[in-house]
């Protein structure tokens, strides 16, 4: 079974632009979250979204948008980007067929690295 | 709320040594605790969790742990380290629907 992917694996943009990251879940897999990773701040929870429906957001300014679509997979959107938005972007799904299940593996794809001059 | 909390940004020990990346947790109830590596330019890969029954987990490339209720803890060990442990290491919780991790433990192998 293919694991998660995410494309594009690396983008350069200048500060203003807007970029949009995609993500591929494991197939089957409903659950769909969203990392940030930065030297300074670690891993940062962005948003998760199960069946289309966002149901949790990080403390992320509303410049950091997603969604997902009817086969689970994922889009997230920067727009306006700040230097400070240079990071790798994780995106990880899980299976969760009873719903929100804590004991259910997040499985992570290999990240987009967004460098923002 | 649930957190992690890793002592110990780096870690160096020499190939063949023992390997020990502690994590302790806080939280009011039992949680579910994952321990995860990413190699360089790579995504987190799950090394083991800690949901229910047996304390001592055994997960992938020779790690386990071991959930200590009493120290609130859940730290990483492997016997003999690799050359090929180098990389960063991640305790996380997970509290509903999204992972909370630690900061992170940098383990460097020397030969």
């Known amino acids: 079974k293919a694991g998660v992917t995410q494309t594009p694996r690396y983008l350069i943009k200048t500060r203003g632009q807007q970029v949009t990251l995609s993500c591929s879940p494991i197939?089957?897999?409903?659950?769909v979250s969203w990392y940030q990773q930065t030297p300074g701040q670690g891993l940062q929870f962005l948003f998760e979204y199960f069946s289309e429906t966002q149901r949790n957001k990080g403390n992320f300014p509303g410049r950091f948008s997603g969604r997902q679509f009817s086969n689970s997979r994922s889009e997230m959107n920067v727009s306006t980007l700040e230097l400070g938005d240079s990071a790798l972007y994780l995106c990880a799904s899980s299976l969760e067929l009873a719903g929100i299940t804590v004991t259910d593996t997040q499985y992570f794809g290999p990240g987009t690295r967004l460098t923002v001059l | 709320a649930q957190s992690v909390t890793q002592l110990g940004s780096h870690v160096s020990v020499s190939e063949g040594a023992l390997v020990l990346l502690r994590c302790n947790y806080s939280?009011?109830?039992?949680?579910?605790l994952f321990w995860y590596v990413q190699y360089p330019n790579q995504g987190l890969q799950l090394l083991l969790k800690y949901t229910t029954g047996a304390t001592l987990v055994k997960g992938i490339n020779g790690f386990e742990a071991e959930f200590k209720k009493s120290e609130t803890s859940f730290h990483l060990t492997k016997p003999s380290a690799h050359m090929s442990d180098a990389a960063e290491y991640f305790c996380?919780?997970?509290?509903?629907?999204?992972?909370?991790f630690g900061a992170g433990t940098r383990l460097t192998v020397k030969p």
């Open positions: 996380a919780v997970r509290p509903k629907h999204h992972m909370r």
């Open positions: 197939s089957g897999h409903r659950s």
């Open positions: 939280s009011s109830v039992p949680p579910y």
